[in-house]
Nanobody, 118 residues
Framework: QVQLVESGGGSVQPGGSLRLSCAAS????????MGWSRQVTGRQREAVAR???????KVADSVKGRFTISRDSAKNTVYLEMNNLRPDDTAVYYC????????????WGQGTQVTVSS
């Protein structure tokens, strides 16, 4: 059974940094597509970043140059490094896992809140 557990969320001032972690069990992150997305209450979920089995990564234009996705195969964990955070980055961030052959994800974590405020 696949489980994804996010951690690392919290409150930070504008311009600050956070690193989110997604610890996976039941399936290797190295052979999967892993994604981070975020959602504000009442709005559609937004894809933020993705890393596939080959190691290729992509991030949304809204976070390009500020957010980086990476993985640690030994720890079976995926990270989202977030720098120069802005108030509009405030959301619940979700980790997801799927196949590199599809844009759809099969498994989701429970989410972690990120709040950017002065």
């Amino acid at each position: 059974q696949v489980q994804l557990v996010e951690s690392g969320g919290g409150s930070v001032q504008p311009g600050g940094s956070l690193r989110l972690s997604c610890a996976a069990s039941g399936r290797s992150v190295s052979i999967s597509a892993m994604g981070w997305s975020r959602q504000v209450t009442g709005r559609q979920r937004e894809a933020v970043a993705r890393i596939v089995s080959s190691g290729f990564t992509k991030v949304a234009d809204s976070v390009k140059g500020r957010f980086t996705i990476s993985r640690d195969s030994a720890k079976n964990t995926v990270y989202l490094e977030m720098n120069n955070l802005r108030p509009d980055d405030t959301a619940v961030y979700y980790c997801s896992m799927g196949s590199s052959l599809s844009e759809q994800y099969d498994y989701w974590g429970q989410g972690t809140q990120v709040t950017v405020s002065s």
